[in-house]
């Protein structure tokens, strides 16, 4: 099994609403991440999970906080976003070495849940 | 900085066609990703490589290490390759945190 899964497709809320974005892989990966991609532009990273320790937050606002119940599974709640924050939020997971670093190990990604905040 | 550069950045092609997407970046690698991703849809990893040649199917991909240099090509071209074709690099040393490049928009005609 290669396929990272994520939940919701689509999402549509409002400004004032809270909901989360699902993600889980089978494959034994042991790094997670969140991504976060406007129309025609590459991903943004937003955060790395590493052991279920979260080891990179790039500077993301405190509206989107991230959790890793277990090895298989990684959220995104949201809060109080902004119609600016609308965009495909994609989930990918990869291999790690034993140090906590992904090293040159593969990223695989989800088909991603396209947000829209009203 | 580390900075990913492609080119074309769109590219029209007729059913059949050998295509071939560049990929240049500025500072040493450990590997690099060739990423697909179709209008509105997820992305699919094609290739990582750190040296010499991948194939898979139709799609081939090269890396010069040297001349910090990466290639995509397809093959026999059809109007299902028709989407954005995105390389990132892996910084040296290893890490969690891509280098995109701004992808290219294939377009494959019937």
């Known amino acids: 099994d290669t396929e990272v899964t994520q939940t919701p497709k689509h999402l549509v809320m409002g400004m004032t609403n809270k909901k989360s974005l699902k993600c889980e892989q089978h494959m034994g990966h042991r790094a997670m991440y969140w991504y976060k991609q406007k129309a025609k532009k590459p991903p943004e990273l937003m955060f790395v999970?590493?052991?279920?320790?979260?080891?990179i937050n790039e500077s993301v606002p405190s509206r989107f906080s991230p959790e890793c119940p277990n090895s298989s599974l990684l959220n995104l709640h949201l809060h109080a976003l902004q119609p600016e924050d609308s965009a495909l939020y994609l989930c990918a997971s990869s291999q790690t070495g034993t140090s906590g670093r992904s090293a040159v190990y593969e990223q695989y990604f989800g088909p991603g849940t396209r947000l829209t905040v009203t | 900085k580390n900075e990913v550069e492609q080119s074309p950045q769109n590219l029209t092609a007729q059913e059949g066609e050998f295509i071939t997407i560049n990929c240049s970046y500025s500072?040493?690698?450990?590997?690099l990703h060739w990423l697909q991703q179709h209008p509105g849809g997820g992305i699919v990893s094609l290739f990582m490589?750190?040296?010499g040649k991948k194939k898979h199917g139709r799609l081939i991909a090269t890396i010069n290490i040297q001349e910090k240099h990466s290639s995509l090509h397809i093959t026999a071209s059809h109007p299902r390759d028709s989407a954005v074709y995105i390389c990132?690099?892996?910084?040296?040393?290893?890490?969690?945190?891509?280098?995109f490049g701004k992808g290219t928009k294939l377009t494959v005609n019937p």
């Open positions: 500072v040493g690698i450990s590997a």
């Open positions: 490589l750190s040296s």
């Open positions: 999970y590493s052991y279920e320790k979260l080891s």
């Open positions: 990132a690099d892996i910084p040296q040393g290893g890490s969690e945190k891509l280098v």
